[in-house]
């Protein structure tokens, strides 16, 4: 065993094609399994974090996200990319993860009020500045926010992944609109 682990590691600077880690992987290689943990950790580990805020519960749903595509890699058919693929199980378990944690309010049915932040505020911030304002937001409404515009899911999808109504999912895209629009313009005030 100790050999076909080390085939996956980098040997002389090499490291196996991707179509060997997942042929190792639907054969249930451990070898296989830890390289290709490493190679994807930290795309998915983004993916995650951008929901959940704290470190070992993050650790613990990509650790649950990758299981399930070590069980179901058979299902690969090597059409597409397979980090989109990975991509979405690990969203699975990141929506299995908020469902089961979030407290939604059903009762919150709201019309969307769809206002942009002035793009020049915007253009004033850099893509981490943005993220962690993101992470700033109430849990509900930065999971909604980031699954419609960070991952493109629609309000309906939404609302089916996260056992919520449209409405819901449209009123909490609105509220982390609203508030990130403030914080924005707050912190506009100090960069001139």
């Not at 980090?83 to 199980?89: P, V, Y």
């Not at 019309?111 to 911030?125: C, H, S, T």
């Not at 930065?142 to 960070?150: C, G, P, T």
Request: aromatic share 10%; hydrophobic share 35%; net charge positive.
């Amino acid at each position: 065993m100790q050999e076909s682990k080390n085939t996956y590691l980098h040997v002389e600077g090499q490291s196996s094609s991707l179509e060997e880690l997942i042929r190792g992987c639907s054969r249930n290689e451990r070898g296989a399994q830890e390289a290709m943990y490493k190679q994807f950790y930290g795309r998915m580990m983004g993916v995650v974090r951008r929901y959940i805020d704290y470190p070992e519960q993050a650790e613990e749903v990509l650790n649950n996200g990758f299981l399930r595509a070590f069980q179901k890699i058979e299902q690969y058919t090597y059409k597409g990319s397979f980090e989109g693929w990975l991509r979405k199980i690990v969203f699975h378990a990141v929506a299995d993860y908020v469902k089961q944690h979030a407290k939604y309010n059903t009762q919150i049915i709201l019309v969307e009020k769809d206002q942009l932040i002035k793009k020049d505020l915007a253009d004033n911030l850099y893509y981490d500045q943005l993220l962690a304002l993101i992470q700033t937001l109430p849990s509900s409404t930065r999971n909604v926010f980031n699954m419609y515009v960070l991952d493109g899911y629609p309000h309906k999808e939404i609302a089916d992944i996260l056992g919520i109504s449209e409405g819901t999912s449209k009123w909490h895209l609105s509220e982390g609109r609203r508030i990130l629009r403030e914080k924005i313009e707050k912190l506009n005030l100090h960069i001139k």
